[in-house]
């Protein structure tokens, strides 16, 4: 854990470890990620410079049956792994869970089931010195008490003071019994660190939340005396006063306070329900209001990671540590995000506030986080390591986290842009100012200069398809980027190029353009700027009857098929650094945008003779997902051949069809043709998988997000001729 005394915030890790229960099915995220079945994990954490790592030692897991022994042996061999790699564990025992089948957050016995399994785990390893007994006891007490999301599935505040109190008593029964082994144990107590803001109307419900949010720091340092706001709240939903004076005879406070901290942590209640979508609206026992994030909603939101830290050292005066560093999005904006709550630490901790660490948190990534562990949808996250093929693969992510770890984070500009959460394109539901909003959304000074300049993405191409994309991708993730038409830049002509690339001085080009890199490669060469460049399927002859992977044998069979295949050899060979991204066929809504298949359900639309090949089979290749992803593996810094294709296949007819029918359109005039290949011949396969990562969505999701596209094409072009008319 280092020297607390130390003379700045160390980077710490943590995998995400919960195990949660909804209804009768459970969600690992550790068998979920594969982390649960990789043996060589930590050596990864360790070859970031991670030299902290909040461990998972779950209860669930290791006595799924009370009174049962317990198997330790693949926590006796990582936690020597992490010994001889010279990591400090810090143990969790529960992590957004309700216990064993056996027994649940509501249970009269709860607190003590875990308290054994405490006493058991320092029995087993009395050198820890570190444990977070139980993740977040108030969020889970929301989730599993109040909203109902998670077992036992109440919803009410006497199901959620229970939870809460239960969880509580529990974190100090276990830490008594901890300490009767190794009474120099220290408690680090996390908890998901909110504020509520509001409209005037429902700044009571904004009061009483942000006084909430502190109960379980406040019952565990024996604070919830006769004085406290919310003691008379508890007290009505059930708690004991008995109880709440035992919290004050075990005191037990926090050696450490853990923030975890979300873009979406801050919320904004609004009594005008009808503003905001139906998932959106809650309620209390007096009225129906909405509850929503409050970066969607304030035009001026307070910078989280400042505020929230100030907040917490000011009323406790303990040590903190930023337990949960993570944002699930792209993945210049998981930098940005790091960044951001590694600069604010420094600059609490120069200002005395005791700030230890910043914990880059799902160093594995994490799954279905995005329905709040309610479903299994395998929607994955990627963190440090991106694990969708199971295989880990260190993102740009990692490659931070090692140089903060080292003392080079500096060095980063998290491509020049601020986040998401601080551009104006963040607001969904604008909201004017009012009292109980904050008043300032500038950046701190010494942050400013992090975002002060930077260098373009460079796209050549840039009216075609591709090019289009790539810059509409880079405007929605703030990624500065300079687009060129061919007009504009003729890659074929050294002397342009040479002259383009000197003036833009970009950070990586992306050629869109559909001809030859070759004379980009050599210029590129020498300034070294990595090259993105495309090919596809044509480079293979179709006549395998499995998908192609990359290292598949090429074996074109038409012009345009080795043009491409020549095309790639001269990338690679000449520019070790270059990306080379093979694509299945593209297709795209919108403005003209969309190419073959929007013209082929025009065609539908008119009831006009529609001809498709229906004997080719394809991996069809959504354009937004391909470039979302291309653009992470070029600031992965990734290089060589990649296949990126949704997940799935279908012939030019059956991608028509599919798209047909979920626009409601007739197929009636479409005509199925054949064959491309020789005449009695096989039908030509060229369905491209993936052995290297980052598979895209399901070709069923990108089809459906494709009609979406259309429609609402179609409703502003209509919208716009109504206008007109």
């Given at each position: 854990?280092?020297?607390p005394?130390?003379?700045?915030?160390?980077?710490?890790?943590?995998?995400?470890?919960?195990v949660?229960?909804?209804?009768?099915?459970w969600?690992?995220?550790?068998?979920?990620?594969?982390?649960?079945?990789r043996?060589?994990?930590?050596?990864?954490?360790?070859?970031?410079?991670?030299?902290?790592?909040?461990?998972?030692?779950?209860?669930?897991?290791?006595?799924?049956?009370?009174?049962?022994?317990?198997?330790?042996?693949?926590?006796?061999?990582?936690?020597?792994?992490?010994?001889?790699?010279?990591i400090?564990?810090?143990?969790?025992?529960?992590?957004?869970?309700?216990?064993?089948?056996?027994t649940?957050?509501?249970?009269?016995?709860?607190?003590?089931?875990?308290a054994?399994?405490?006493?058991?785990?320092?029995?087993?390893?009395?050198?820890?010195?570190?444990?977070?007994?139980?993740?977040?006891?108030?969020t889970?007490?929301?989730?599993?008490?109040?909203?109902?999301?998670?077992?036992?599935?109440?919803?009410?505040?006497?199901?959620?003071?229970?939870?809460?109190v239960?969880?509580?008593?529990?974190?100090?029964?276990?830490?008594?019994?901890?300490?009767?082994?190794?009474?120099?144990?220290?408690?680090?107590?996390?908890?998901?660190?909110?504020?509520?803001?509001?409209?005037?109307?429902?700044?009571?419900?904004?009061?009483f939340?942000n006084?909430?949010?502190w109960?379980?720091w406040?019952?565990?340092?024996?604070?919830?005396?006769?004085?406290?706001?919310?003691?008379?709240?508890?007290?009505?939903?059930?708690?004991?006063?008995?109880?709440?004076?035992?919290f004050?005879?075990?005191?037990?406070?926090?050696d450490?306070?853990?923030?975890?901290?979300?873009?979406t942590?801050?919320?904004?209640l609004?009594?005008?329900?009808?503003?905001?979508?139906?998932?959106?609206?809650?309620?209390n026992?007096r009225?129906?209001?909405?509850?929503?994030e409050?970066?969607?909603?304030?035009?001026?939101?307070?910078?989280?990671?400042?505020?929230?830290?100030?907040e917490?050292?000011?009323?406790y005066?303990?040590?903190?540590?930023?337990?949960?560093?993570?944002?699930?999005?792209?993945?210049?904006?998981?930098l940005?995000?790091?960044?951001?709550?590694?600069?604010?630490?420094?600059?609490?901790?120069?200002?005395?506030?005791?700030?230890?660490?910043?914990t880059?948190?799902a160093?594995?990534g994490?799954?279905d986080?995005?329905?709040?562990?309610?479903?299994?949808?395998?929607?994955?996250?990627?963190?440090?390591?991106?694990?969708?093929l199971?295989?880990?693969?260190?993102?740009?992510?990692?490659?931070?986290?090692?140089?903060?770890?080292?003392?080079?984070?500096?060095?980063?500009?998290?491509?020049?842009?601020v986040?998401?959460?601080?551009?104006?394109?963040?607001?969904?539901?604008?909201?004017?100012?009012?009292?109980?909003?904050p008043?300032?959304?500038?950046?701190?000074?010494?942050a400013?200069?992090?975002?002060?300049?930077?260098r373009?993405?460079l796209?050549?191409?840039?009216?075609?398809?591709?090019g289009?994309?790539?810059?509409a991708?880079?405007?929605?993730?703030?990624?500065e980027?300079?687009?060129?038409?061919?007009?504009?830049?003729?890659?074929?002509?050294?002397?342009?190029?040479?002259?383009?690339?000197?003036?833009?001085?970009?950070w990586?080009?992306v050629?869109?353009?559909?001809?030859?890199?070759?004379h980009l490669v050599?210029?590129?060469?020498?300034?070294?700027?990595p090259?993105l460049?495309f090919?596809?399927?044509?480079?293979?002859?179709?006549?395998?009857?499995?998908?192609y992977?990359?290292?598949?044998?090429?074996a074109?069979?038409?012009?345009?098929?080795?043009?491409?295949?020549?095309?790639?050899?001269?990338?690679?060979?000449?520019?070790?650094?270059?990306?080379?991204?093979?694509?299945?066929?593209?297709f795209?809504?919108?403005?003209?945008?969309?190419?073959?298949?929007?013209?082929?359900?025009?065609?539908?639309?008119?009831?006009?003779?529609?001809?498709?090949?229906?004997?080719?089979?394809?991996?069809?290749?959504?354009?937004?997902?391909?470039?979302?992803?291309?653009?992470?593996?070029?600031?992965?810094?990734?290089s060589?051949?990649?296949?990126l294709a949704?997940?799935?296949?279908?012939?030019?007819?059956?991608?028509?069809?599919?798209?047909?029918?979920?626009?409601?359109?007739?197929?009636?005039?479409?005509?199925?043709?054949?064959?491309?290949?020789?005449?009695?011949?096989?039908a030509?396969y060229?369905?491209?998988?993936?052995?290297?990562?980052?598979?895209?969505?399901?070709?069923?999701?990108?089809?459906?997000?494709?009609?979406d596209?259309?429609r609402?094409s179609?409703?502003?072009?209509?919208?716009?001729?109504?206008?007109?008319a």
């Amino acid at each position: 854990m280092g020297d607390p005394t130390n003379s700045g915030p160390q980077i710490w890790g943590g995998v995400e470890c919960t195990v949660n229960r909804v209804g009768n099915s459970w969600f690992n995220q550790l068998t979920r990620t594969g982390h649960a079945y990789r043996e060589d994990d930590l050596e990864r954490v360790a070859s970031l410079g991670l030299k902290t790592l909040r461990f998972p030692v779950l209860w669930e897991l290791h006595e799924p049956v009370a009174g049962a022994p317990i198997d330790w042996r693949s926590t006796d061999r990582r936690l020597a792994q992490a010994k001889a790699l010279g990591i400090t564990p810090i143990a969790g025992l529960l992590h957004h869970g309700s216990g064993p089948a056996y027994t649940e957050l509501l249970s009269a016995g709860f607190a003590q089931g875990l308290a054994d399994f405490a006493d058991q785990v320092a029995q087993r390893y009395p050198w820890l010195e570190w444990y977070t007994p139980i993740n977040e006891p108030l969020t889970t007490a929301r989730f599993s008490g109040l909203y109902g999301l998670w077992y036992p599935h109440a919803r009410s505040d006497t199901a959620f003071a229970r939870a809460l109190v239960h969880q509580c008593q529990a974190i100090v029964l276990c830490m008594q019994a901890i300490r009767r082994v190794n009474p120099s144990a220290k408690l680090l107590q996390t908890e998901d660190l909110g504020k509520t803001y509001s409209t005037p109307h429902m700044k009571y419900q904004a009061r009483f939340e942000n006084q909430r949010r502190w109960l379980t720091w406040d019952l565990l340092s024996g604070h919830v005396d006769a004085r406290h706001p919310l003691r008379s709240y508890l007290l009505r939903t059930g708690i004991s006063g008995l109880e709440l004076e035992w919290f004050q005879d075990n005191r037990c406070p926090p050696d450490m306070l853990g923030i975890n901290h979300y873009v979406t942590s801050d919320r904004f209640l609004d009594e005008q329900a009808w503003k905001y979508p139906p998932g959106c609206h809650g309620g209390n026992a007096r009225e129906v209001y909405a509850d929503v994030e409050a970066v969607r909603v304030l035009k001026r939101p307070r910078a989280g990671w400042d505020r929230v830290i100030r907040e917490t050292a000011r009323r406790y005066h303990l040590p903190l540590a930023l337990t949960e560093v993570h944002l699930g999005c792209t993945r210049e904006e998981q930098l940005r995000w790091l960044l951001e709550a590694w600069d604010a630490a420094r600059r609490a901790d120069a200002r005395g506030y005791g700030v230890r660490a910043v914990t880059a948190w799902a160093l594995f990534g994490s799954v279905d986080w995005n329905t709040l562990l309610t479903r299994a949808t395998d929607h994955y996250e990627a963190g440090a390591f991106d694990v969708s093929l199971r295989i880990p693969r260190e993102t740009a992510l990692g490659k931070l986290i090692r140089d903060l770890s080292s003392g080079r984070g500096d060095a980063y500009d998290a491509l020049g842009r601020v986040g998401w959460w601080r551009r104006k394109d963040r607001l969904l539901y604008a909201h004017d100012t009012s009292p109980q909003a904050p008043r300032s959304a500038a950046l701190p000074h010494r942050a400013k200069a992090r975002w002060a300049s930077s260098r373009p993405l460079l796209i050549t191409g840039g009216s075609g398809i591709l090019g289009q994309a790539f810059a509409a991708a880079c405007a929605a993730r703030g990624i500065e980027c300079r687009r060129m038409s061919r007009a504009e830049l003729n890659i074929a002509d050294v002397n342009a190029a040479t002259a383009v690339v000197r003036d833009c001085n970009p950070w990586a080009v992306v050629n869109a353009a559909g001809a030859s890199p070759r004379h980009l490669v050599s210029i590129l060469k020498d300034r070294k700027v990595p090259l993105l460049t495309f090919s596809s399927a044509h480079v293979f002859d179709g006549r395998q009857s499995s998908p192609y992977r990359e290292s598949s044998r090429v074996a074109p069979l038409d012009d345009l098929g080795r043009a491409q295949a020549a095309a790639e050899q001269v990338v690679v060979q000449a520019q070790s650094g270059a990306l080379v991204i093979r694509l299945g066929r593209c297709f795209a809504p919108g403005a003209g945008n969309g190419g073959w298949l929007e013209e082929a359900l025009d065609l539908l639309r008119d009831g006009k003779p529609c001809r498709a090949l229906a004997d080719v089979l394809e991996s069809p290749t959504y354009v937004p997902d391909a470039v979302n992803a291309s653009l992470n593996l070029l600031i992965d810094r990734e290089s060589g051949i990649w296949h990126l294709a949704n997940r799935g296949s279908a012939s030019e007819a059956d991608l028509i069809e599919r798209c047909a029918a979920l626009l409601e359109l007739s197929t009636e005039s479409l005509r199925r043709t054949g064959q491309r290949s020789e005449p009695g011949g096989p039908a030509l396969y060229r369905v491209l998988e993936t052995e290297r990562g980052m598979p895209l969505p399901t070709l069923d999701s990108a089809m459906e997000r494709f009609a979406d596209g259309v429609r609402a094409s179609r409703e502003a072009a209509q919208g716009t001729a109504r206008r007109r008319a």
